[in-house]
């Protein structure tokens, strides 16, 4: 049985600037000795997680912070009918490793939080205190024995199952990501522009004067964007205390749609970049395989202009050279908007995204 899933995926963005630098400029990268532009993991993450349909069908997302004392107001209010408000800021200072925790508070760095895990933790802590000498170092023991229910507890942030948590102090429990994310970059050398824009003050133009109220530059491109991620199953189901796997196949169905649909929110109220993927591969897999190097030669335009088509001809290319040469065994699956034309041995395709989510939903038929 396949413990892999690797997504692939190109989507075409009219002119845009999804991500930037601290220099307010693009995000880019040199691969193949050309200028790709760049839409870095962290974005494209949190897009999909702060995203409607995640909320729908993935639940909340967790909080990331490093506000202590803003996260612990919150926990304080939204666990008051369960706890009492010294034991809510108890598990809370247990987990971060820090003392009297006040407004402005912070941990060492941002990290995720889920409310469910300080209300088990709460629950622990309640009921370890009838016990006598009962301290934090008894509470890391007990978490160590019932890992799998403080994870499940974790995992009402799904995200934290997927992208995992690191901690570096407390007891709070780390976890390896079931879910590796690449920065999506262009199929395709780009030369980007810059917009020159002004803002208008209307008293101004009222009053018959001249001159804008505001002047400024930003750089913009557009382009095939290749975006990859593999899912770990077996990664997953233990980051959710032991989930089912068809409960893992069932999150990695929405994960083909977010992945197809998502797109950063950075400065869309000016360029309107809302495009839909072009183009989905996605298989089952016993190891975690990109497709990057299909692209390391930068695509060239078709006969017909336009960079969609020839990059879902290489990307189908080089994943027939990837199995051929290294007897890689996945069984796959295409949606397109292209005509797929001849499909490789063991690639199945569906004409709708929905269609591909169910195949993913319902496993690796061919295990």
Same mark, same amino acid.
């Not at 506000?67 to 200072?93: N, P």
């Not at 400024?216 to 089912?244: C, D, H, K, M, W």
């Given at each position: ?43 494209? !993450? ?43 800021? !108890? ?222 001809? !290489? ?30 041995? !063991? ?21």
């Amino acid at each position: 049985m396949k413990n892999f899933i690797n997504f692939h995926v190109l989507i075409s963005h009219s002119p845009s600037c999804l991500n930037r630098d601290d220099m307010n400029m693009q995000k880019s990268a040199v691969f193949g000795g050309v200028r790709r532009v760049r839409i870095s993991s962290q974005s494209l !993450k949190r897009a999909i997680r702060h995203s409607d349909y995640y909320r729908e069908y993935l639940g909340k997302p967790s909080v990331r912070t490093r506000e202590l004392g803003r996260f612990t107001k919150k926990c304080v209010h939204e666990l008051e009918d369960r706890y009492s408000q010294d034991l809510v800021i !108890k598990a809370i200072q247990w987990l971060s490793d820090k003392e009297g925790i006040a407004d402005d508070t912070e941990a060492d760095a941002v990290a995720p939080w889920v409310v469910a895990e300080v209300a088990k933790y709460c629950e622990a802590i309640k009921m370890g205190e009838t016990e006598e000498g009962f301290d934090n170092k008894k509470l890391a023991k007990k978490i160590a024995k019932e890992s799998a229910e403080f994870r499940a507890a974790t995992s009402q942030g799904l995200d934290i199952a997927l992208s995992g948590r690191m901690t570096t102090s407390g007891i709070m429990t780390p976890v390896d990501g079931a879910l590796a994310v690449a920065h999506a970059m262009t199929t395709h050398a780009v030369d980007s522009d810059i917009d020159w824009f002004t803002a208008v003050d209307d008293l101004v133009a009222d009053a018959g004067e001249i001159g804008a109220g505001h002047l400024n530059t930003q750089e913009f491109s557009s382009g095939v964007f290749y975006r990859y991620a593999s899912l770990n199953i077996q990664q997953l189901q233990e980051n959710l205390g032991g989930t089912p796997r068809e409960r893992a196949l069932e999150i990695a169905k929405h994960l083909a749609h977010l992945l197809a649909t998502v797109v950063p929110s950075a400065k869309q109220q000016s360029f309107a970049a809302h495009n839909l993927a072009d183009c989905v591969l996605v298989s089952f897999a016993d190891i975690p395989v990109s497709l990057a190097n299909a692209f390391e030669a930068p695509v060239q335009k078709g006969k017909a202009g336009g960079f969609k088509e020839p990059s879902v001809d !290489k990307l189908l290319q080089y994943w027939q050279q990837m199995h051929r040469g290294y007897g890689l065994d996945e069984q796959a699956a295409l949606f397109t908007l292209a005509s797929p034309g001849t499909l490789p041995e !063991k690639m199945a395709y569906h004409d709708t995204l929905a269609g591909l989510a169910d195949w993913v939903r319902h496993g690796n038929p061919l295990s």
